[in-house]
C-alpha cells in the first residue's frame, strides 16, 4: 500500500518567516501534486512535479521532486497571512492519487 | 466555466434514510472520484469511476454506493446514513491519471444525527 506522510500537521508563524511542509513516502510515485484548500471550499491544484530532482517556483512557494521520487517539500519564503490554509500533497497512484494528511497552516499578521 | 458542481452543499438528515449526493463536471473528464474528509484523517477516496459504467472501491467504501451511467454525473448513495457517516464530502474529476489536474466540486457538509 502507496501512502504518503505529510509533516508537520500544523504549523502556526509569524508574518514574514520562512517554512518548509515535507511529504515523504517509501514509495515511488510518477508524478506529485500540491493543492491548496481554504475554508469551505474544494482543493485546488497549485503545481504538478514529475522529474526527480525537479524545483518548481510559483511567487515566494518553492516545491522540490526528491532524486529518487519519493518526496517532495513546499518552501514558503516570507510568509503572508494570504498563504494560511490547508496544504494537501498528492502522489500519483494506479488509478488512484494517494494523499498525504494535510498541513495547517496559520500565518499571523 | 469549467466547473464540479455537487448538490445538496449542507444535509441534515437522521439514520436510515436514504440520501444522494449529486456530482457533475462539464469538463468531459473520463474520471471521477468521492472523498470523505475529516479532521486529521485527510482525504480519503470513496469510490472512483474511470468512464461511464467502471466504478472501483477506494479506500473507505463501506456503507456507499456509486453509478456511473453518463460521464458528466457521479452520484454517492447512502442507502441506510449512519451517525459515522457524519463528514465533509467532495466529488471531483480529472481528465484521465497522471499529471492531469484534479478538480474538485465545492463539498458536501452531511451531518447524520
Known amino acids: 500500500t502507496q501512502l504518503l506522510e505529510q509533516s508537520p500537521q500544523f504549523l502556526s508563524i509569524q508574518e514574514g518567516e520562512n517554512l518548509t511542509v515535507y511529504c515523504n513516502s517509501s514509495s515511488v510515485f510518477s508524478s506529485l501534486q500540491w493543492y491548496r484548500q481554504e475554508p469551505g471550499e474544494g482543493p485546488v491544484l497549485l503545481v504538478t512535479?514529475?522529474?526527480g530532482g525537479e524545483v518548481k517556483k510559483l511567487k515566494r512557494l518553492t516545491f522540490q521532486f526528491g532524486d529518487a521520487r519519493k518526496d517532495s517539500s513546499l518552501h514558503i519564503t516570507a510568509a503572508q497571512p494570504g498563504d494560511t490554509g490547508l496544504y494537501l500533497c498528492a502522489g500519483d497512484g494506479n488509478y488512484q492519487l494517494i494523499w498525504g494528511a494535510g498541513t495547517k497552516l496559520i500565518i499571523k499578521p | 466555466e469549467a466547473q464540479v458542481t455537487q448538490n445538496p452543499r449542507y444535509l441534515i438528515t437522521v439514520t436510515g434514510k436514504k440520501l444522494t449526493v449529486t456530482c457533475s463536471q462539464n469538463m468531459n473528464h473520463e474520471y471521477m472520484s468521492w472523498y470523505r474528509q475529516d479532521p486529521g484523517l485527510g482525504l480519503r477516496q470513496i469510490y472512483y469511476s474511470m468512464n461511464v459504467e467502471v466504478t472501483d472501491k477506494g479506500d473507505v467504501p463501506e456503507g456507499y454506493k456509486v453509478s456511473r451511467k453518463e460521464k458528466r454525473n457521479f452520484p454517492l448513495i447512502l442507502e441506510s446514513p449512519s451517525p459515522n457517516q457524519t463528514s465533509l464530502y467532495f466529488c471531483a474529476s480529472r481528465k484521465r491519471g497522471g499529471t492531469d489536474t484534479q478538480y474538485f466540486g465545492p463539498g458536501t457538509r452531511l451531518t447524520v444525527l
Open positions: 512535479v514529475v522529474t
